[in-house]
């Protein structure tokens, strides 16, 4: 949907070693974010971004970190992986007052 | 602080209506938007309505809106096994920034 590729689609990893999730957009759409969906919490905001090198953070955004160098590219950061990070991620771009789109999702084990 | 609540499941029969429901707390939310997610899959847009407005209806779906009660229904009509999935609610923040708080998700489950 609206071109995002999210890679990769699933990983296991072990306890703190660092995670890179990586989400691409073709849609030259100005915002991107990044959510994790948990049972009984639907989709909570780690960090989004508002334009290249501009990020902020959401409501859960402890433990990780985000960069966006490009429009079309903004990354998520597990420095040091826990297994309260164990979770499916999404990444959705917008632009402005539209619809936010969603990526297919990356789901993340940490053992 | 905002905060969106839904209903965790829902069963009903197919060919049935089945109205999910979704109370939100920002009274100055722009937009509010349905979310259905299917298993394995992501979030795909089912419509959204401007906060001025109190209906929009769009083929099998209509969604009302109570901007007093804060209160915010989906129902899908002929409600079809097809539609078992997940359905998110969210309302838009005011900010610049277009951020999203999302409801916990209600899980449809349409029986034949």
């Known amino acids: 949907d609206a071109g995002i590729t999210q890679s990769p689609r699933h990983k296991v990893t072990e306890t703190g070693t660092p995670v890179t999730l990586r989400c691409h957009q073709t849609?030259?759409?100005?915002?991107m974010y990044w959510y994790r969906q948990d049972p009984g919490h639907g989709l909570r905001l780690i960090h989004y971004?508002?334009?290249?090198?501009?990020?902020d953070k959401g409501e859960v955004s402890d433990g990780y970190s985000v960069s966006r160098s490009k429009t079309e590219d903004f990354l998520l950061t597990l420095e040091s992986a826990t297994s309260s990070q164990t979770s499916v991620y999404f990444c959705?771009?917008?632009?402005?007052?539209?619809?936010?789109?969603f990526g297919d999702g990356t789901r993340l084990s940490i053992l | 602080g905002e905060d969106v609540e839904q209903s965790l499941f829902l069963s009903v029969r197919e060919g049935d209506s089945s109205v999910i429901n979704c109370t939100y707390t920002?009274?100055?939310?722009?937009?509010l938007y349905w979310y259905k997610q299917e298993p394995g899959a992501g979030l795909q847009l089912l419509t959204y309505?401007?906060?001025?407005?109190d209906m929009k209806q769009d083929q099998r779906l209509t969604v009302l809106l109570n901007k007093k009660d804060k209160h915010l229904s989906l129902r899908i009509a002929d409600t079809q096994t097809g539609d078992s999935a997940i359905y998110f609610c969210?309302?838009?923040?005011?900010?610049?920034?277009?951020?999203?708080?999302f409801g916990t998700g209600t899980r449809l489950k349409v029986l034949a």
């Open positions: 959705a771009t917008g632009q402005g007052g539209e619809p936010q789109h």
């Open positions: 849609e030259n759409h100005r915002y």
């Open positions: 971004s508002y334009g290249v090198k501009d990020t």
């Open positions: 920002d009274s100055s939310s722009t937009y």
């Open positions: 309505i401007f906060s001025n407005m």
């Open positions: 969210a309302e838009s923040t005011t900010s610049g920034t277009y951020k999203y708080i």
